[in-house]
């Protein structure tokens, strides 16, 4: 018997609670469809003392002025260097760490645990001082490593945080099994162990991947001068003017941000679901 | 507990915690230690790019700091703000992961993606956007709520409501997939049973759900009092960094307005650091209650 | 391959610099270039103003003509927007190696960025020039500290009401003569035509509120030995603040839309049609005229206290500097001077308005432009200045004095206390940087 059953499918509430959960995810998607509306809307519609909900001219007006940005290929291309190079190192970093401090007994592991959580706490942008002159004097400003670096760092805690969970929740027995098999240290961490706690990985993923991808507070304040380091939160910035603020640009860029970390969510969302509850039960 | 496989060497858990533990300390610890080193030094951008040498404050940023009164305006408007959106957001990720085991699979997808959209947007742009909509001269909602050309962001109490709208859109996701993955971790026996003694929802929910999803209400909402209490792009954004007359400061946009635009790096640091220690002590509340219920870390 | 690189690299560094750096303080810039390389890229800032395009080819002109003349030379322009200047350009002092070699800066910013460190001395390459010899004094000061000269004038930058005769004379109000009669006009425009401000002002419009200041007589700051010290509290200032404060609300300019309003805002505001009257500058002219306010309107100095006076100005305008930390020093100097000559002062003055900084171009420009006179007019009558203390740049960066108007038309604080406050903050900043 599934847990719907047993919390009401029999109740007559349940199409209200049906009718409720689809109003409401109307309600919660309205500024994304907002937000692509504007995209296509034509210029003079943008900014109309009418607004509707509705547009029968759409124009993609907005959108080539996105894509003919200068660089703009090498803005998304960098983002996705910067966002996947953070997803899959801290993924494999924190996943040795999670392994460290949940199937060890050491001293200080219980400290160690608390800093983690501690290092949650810290708010990035007070760090953004020291970081810019650490990435000063490592020589690091105006490269893609400024971003990187930082990210990969603040990302772990969290991720570390929430894998233990799943490292925990891998029984004993299948590791005594293992060393009696004689299978090394090693091969048991990479070919045992990782792919059965790979959906929690893919569920903090999503967390560092988020973070890093929206950046714009390092963007801009470590590649100073080198637009070729842009990222994509850089090529929305511009449509931000003085005089008039590009509206139809900055929907639409906003919209070509937006849309791989959706596709990104869509990949993960089962995981992401039974990744989220395996990692707070424990 | 401890497995023999993994046991042979003490050093093998420092060998894999070794990566995470070289950036942490040179990327997060050394760059707080310069935090709290800069917040006691006199560092202004003469300081910085070397026209002046560097001197020894002590306390005394820490001292003109406690001693601004708009220090602790600010420090109040945080607190409230972040409180304000920590319990808007857990009640309404709650509700709506309660509402998502009550629905078919259909309308639970269309919620699902609905949040997982909003989960996605950059801050950036999710604050963008709803300044949009809430534009007194262009945006669709004043129109809706007939409320004429009503600018949002005049008013302290509007401006801030605005901003914890969309801190409630973007953060109530994460609250609502862990609930609705912790209820749906529930035995379906322990609630088939309350069904059968007729126990009413609200019931079901405070003395037989709660309890049990009780680890998992402390962790989203220690996340969100940390994310919340840190709230940055949407204030900076929304009201064009601060508000009229900074009255939507909150500190973390503070700290950066002092360091970034007025050049005063120690008291920014020292912003910072105060800040820090805030939400250290809300650690310590959260380790002491974790402590409690017995369990380990 | 190239994105390993790019991450193994900077892991290894870091490392590195871990090491080597625990337990120091923070450091601090080294200081000048030491190189001077004759080719390679030479960057420059330039800051993006209210319809670009006018400007940017006029910038490429010069830059062509340039990169002709210094065979392997290269410049890459990027356009910056003026409210977030402070940050890019200190970020750009902190890190020499990633800075540009050029970068436009308001003369409000001189004395900071010399005390900052930032700017080259360009004294002896200045002096040396000759065209620099037609410079109009009051510019020159504006690139002068010390008695060293740390770039060359771009424009000066002064402003005037610019008001629509459409409007006004459908009312039949005359063009305002005095401070009264515009706060009186402002109002009756409002009143007849409720969808428009009589007067588009900003609470975050500082340089459009001191003319109001001045014009009573009083001052920002006093000179007092080598510092300064807030004046914005005495009685005459404050009497200035009162009259531009009492433009906000219904009878003008609602203050919940205005309030946070910047000069740009409020030139859009008329450009849109949204405004009767603006204060805007000659670098608004291409944008005003570019707009449906063209052929509407006409222009006229900012009248001051006494019917017939002009309320003094301030004296904006900004300059080219080179950057200490530049490795192009010859090329970047001489960059400096094909931006800042004769002929690209022509260029930027028929395609942006920009009032030129020699004497004689402006005199030319004056006779061939008509709309000049308001503005070369409120030169003549006495333009003012901003306080010439580094303390000036943090003052403004911490917007002292948007908050203090914003503090007084949303009602939050008094004009007594809000200028009060401001001349606390004020006289920190200055005994801060002294």
């Known amino acids: 018997m599934s847990l719907l059953n047993a919390i009401g499918i029999r109740r007559p509430g349940r199409l209200a609670a049906e009718a409720a959960a689809v109003a409401i995810a109307v309600l919660v998607a309205f500024p994304l469809y907002w937000m692509v509306l504007s995209a296509l809307k034509p210029a003079a519609e943008i900014q109309s003392t009418d607004p509707r909900p509705w547009t029968l001219a759409p124009s993609l007006d907005a959108f080539r002025r996105v894509f003919e940005q200068q660089d703009f290929g090498r803005y998304f291309l960098n983002s996705l260097i910067v966002a996947g190079t953070v997803v899959i190192a801290s993924a494999l970093i924190a996943f040795l760490a999670a392994t460290a401090v949940t199937r060890f007994r050491f001293r200080f592991r219980t400290t160690l645990l608390v800093m983690f959580l501690v290092a949650q706490m810290v708010p990035v942008e007070a760090l953004t001082i020291p970081l810019f002159f650490l990435m000063r004097d490592a020589g690091q400003l105006n490269t893609l490593g400024s971003l990187i670096l930082p990210h990969l760092a603040f990302s772990l805690p969290f991720a570390i945080w929430m894998l233990r969970g799943f490292v925990k929740a891998v029984p004993e027995a299948l590791e005594e099994q293992a060393a009696i098999d004689g299978a090394s240290r090693t091969r048991f961490l990479w070919q045992i162990l990782f792919p059965l706690v790979f959906p929690g990985l893919a569920a903090t993923s999503v967390f560092s991947f988020i973070s890093t991808w929206n950046d714009f507070l390092f963007a801009k304040s470590f590649l100073i001068s080198d637009t070729s380091q842009s990222t994509l939160p850089m090529a929305l910035l511009v449509f931000f003017k003085p005089d008039e603020n590009d509206w139809g640009g900055i929907m639409a860029a906003s919209t070509v941000m937006t849309v791989p970390v959706l596709v990104f969510f869509v990949l993960v969302q089962r995981r992401l679901v039974s990744g989220l509850g395996g990692a707070v039960k424990d | 507990m401890t497995s023999t496989a993994l046991r042979r060497s003490r050093w093998t858990p420092w060998l894999y915690l070794l990566p995470a533990l070289v950036l942490l300390a040179g990327l997060l610890v050394y760059p707080i230690y310069q935090l709290g080193l800069i917040s006691f030094l006199e560092y202004t951008q003469a300081q910085v790019s070397g026209g002046e040498p560097t001197s020894f404050q002590g306390f005394g940023n820490y001292a003109a700091l406690f001693g601004d009164a708009e220090f602790w305006r600010v420090l109040l408007a945080t607190v409230l703000f972040a409180a304000a959106c920590v319990l808007a957001t857990l009640l309404v990720g709650c509700a709506l992961a309660v509402l998502l085991t009550r629905v078919r699979a259909l309308p639970r997808l269309v919620l699902m993606m609905a949040a997982l959209g909003a989960w996605a947007t950059p801050a950036i742009t999710g604050s963008t956007v709803w300044v949009f909509l809430f534009d007194p001269d262009y945006g669709p909602v004043n129109r809706v709520l007939g409320l004429g050309d009503f600018s949002w962001t005049y008013g302290q109490y509007s401006a801030f409501a605005l901003v914890l709208l969309e801190v409630v859109w973007c953060s109530f996701p994460f609250v609502m997939v862990t609930v609705y993955a912790g209820i749906r971790a529930v035995p379906a026996e322990v609630l088939e049973a309350a069904a059968l003694d007729g126990a009413s929802q609200w019931r079901t929910w405070r003395s037989v759900l709660a309890p049990i999803l009780r680890p998992i209400l402390v962790v989203v909402t220690i996340q969100s009092v940390i994310w919340d209490f840190k709230v940055f792009t949407q204030i900076y954004v929304m009201t064009g960094g601060g508000g009229i007359a900074g009255q939507n400061l909150v500190l973390n946009v503070y700290a950066y307005q002092k360091a970034f635009a007025s050049s005063q790096y120690s008291l920014g640091s020292a912003i910072g650091v105060v800040m820090l220690l805030i939400l250290l002590a809300v650690t310590l509340v959260y380790l002491r209650i974790v402590r409690r219920q017995g369990e380990e870390l | 391959?190239?994105?390993?690189?790019?991450?193994?690299?900077?892991?290894?560094?870091?490392?590195?610099?871990?090491?080597?750096?625990?337990?120091?303080?923070?450091?601090?810039?080294?200081?000048?270039?030491?190189?001077?390389?004759?080719?390679?890229?030479?960057?420059?800032?330039?800051?993006?103003?209210?319809?670009?395009?006018?400007?940017?080819?006029?910038?490429?002109?010069?830059?062509?003509?340039?990169?002709?003349?210094?065979?392997?030379?290269?410049?890459?322009?990027?356009?910056?927007?003026?409210?977030?200047?402070?940050?890019?350009?200190?970020?750009?002092?902190?890190?020499?190696?990633?800075?540009?070699?050029?970068?436009?800066?308001?003369?409000?910013?001189?004395?900071?960025?010399?005390?900052?460190?930032?700017?080259?001395?360009?004294?002896?390459?200045?002096?040396?020039?000759?065209?620099?010899?037609?410079?109009?004094?009051?510019?020159?000061?504006?690139?002068?500290?010390?008695?060293?000269?740390?770039?060359?004038?771009?424009?000066?930058?002064?402003?005037?009401?610019?008001?629509?005769?459409?409007?006004?004379?459908?009312?039949?109000?005359?063009?305002p003569e005095s401070q009264a009669e515009l706060v009186a006009a402002a109002k009756k425009i409002h009143q007849a035509r409720p969808g428009l401000y009589g007067l588009a002002v900003g609470g975050a419009y500082t340089y459009g509120a001191l003319p109001f200041l001045w014009a009573q007589g009083g001052e920002l700051a006093v000179q007092r030995g080598n510092t300064y010290r807030a004046a914005v509290n005495t009685p005459k200032a404050?009497?200035?603040?009162?009259?531009?404060?009492?433009?906000?609300?219904?009878?003008?300019?609602?203050?919940?839309?205005?309030?946070?309003?910047?000069?740009?805002?409020?030139?859009?505001?008329?450009?849109?049609?949204?405004?009767?009257?603006?204060?805007?500058?000659?670098?608004?002219?291409?944008?005003?005229?570019?707009?449906?306010?063209?052929?509407?309107?006409?222009?006229?100095?900012?009248?001051?206290?006494?019917?017939?006076?002009?309320?003094?100005?301030?004296?904006?305008?900004?300059?080219?500097?080179?950057?200490?930390?530049?490795?192009?020093?010859?090329?970047?100097?001489?960059?400096?001077?094909?931006?800042?000559?004769?002929?690209?002062?022509?260029?930027?003055?028929?395609?942006?308005?920009?009032?030129?900084?020699?004497?004689?171009?402006?005199?030319?420009?004056?006779?061939?432009?008509?709309?000049?006179?308001?503005?070369?007019?409120?030169?003549?009558?006495?333009?003012?200045?901003?306080?010439?203390?580094?303390?000036?740049?943090?003052?403004?960066?911490?917007l002292i004095l948007p908050t203090m108007y914003q503090e007084i038309v949303s009602g939050r604080k008094s004009v007594d206390r809000a200028s009060d406050d401001a001349a606390k903050k004020m006289d920190a900043a200055f005994s801060a940087a002294r």
């Open chain 3, 238 to 398: 404050r009497k200035g603040i009162e009259t531009y404060a009492s433009l906000f609300g219904d009878a003008n300019c609602p203050a919940d839309k205005c309030a946070s309003m910047g000069g740009n805002a409020t030139v859009t505001a008329f450009t849109s049609g949204k405004a009767a009257m603006a204060i805007g500058g000659d670098f608004s002219h291409a944008a005003v005229e570019a707009s449906k306010a063209k052929g509407k309107y006409a222009v006229v100095p900012l009248p001051g206290v006494k019917k017939g006076s002009i309320a003094p100005a301030f004296a904006g305008g900004n300059n080219i500097g080179v950057l200490k930390s530049t490795s192009h020093r010859t090329l970047a100097v001489a960059l400096m001077k094909s931006l800042t000559g004769k002929q690209s002062q022509r260029g930027l003055f028929d395609a942006m308005g920009f009032l030129p900084t020699y004497r004689d171009v402006l005199d030319e420009a004056a006779k061939k432009q008509p709309y000049v006179a308001p503005f070369v007019k409120t030169l003549d009558a006495g333009a003012k200045f901003v306080p010439a203390s580094p303390a000036w740049g943090q003052i403004d960066a911490s």
């Open chain 3, 1 to 175: 391959m190239t994105a390993y690189a790019r991450i193994a690299a900077p892991l290894a560094g870091l490392v590195l610099a871990g090491l080597a750096v625990t337990g120091c303080a923070p450091q601090t810039s080294a200081g000048g270039g030491t190189k001077d390389e004759k080719s390679g890229t030479l960057r420059v800032w330039l800051f993006r103003e209210v319809g670009n395009n006018p400007k940017e080819k006029v910038v490429d002109a010069a830059v062509a003509a340039f990169e002709k003349r210094h065979k392997g030379s290269d410049v890459e322009v990027e356009y910056i927007p003026v409210d977030t200047r402070a940050q890019r350009i200190k970020a750009a002092f902190n890190d020499p190696a990633s800075a540009p070699d050029l970068i436009e800066y308001g003369n409000t910013d001189t004395a900071g960025y010399v005390k900052d460190g930032g700017l080259a001395d360009v004294t002896a390459e200045y002096t040396a020039w000759d065209e620099a010899k037609d410079t109009d004094p009051t510019a020159k000061q504006s690139v002068t500290v010390g008695g060293k000269v740390y770039g060359a004038p771009l424009f000066v930058g002064v402003r005037a009401l610019y008001y629509r005769t459409d409007v006004l004379k459908d009312l039949g109000i005359d063009p």
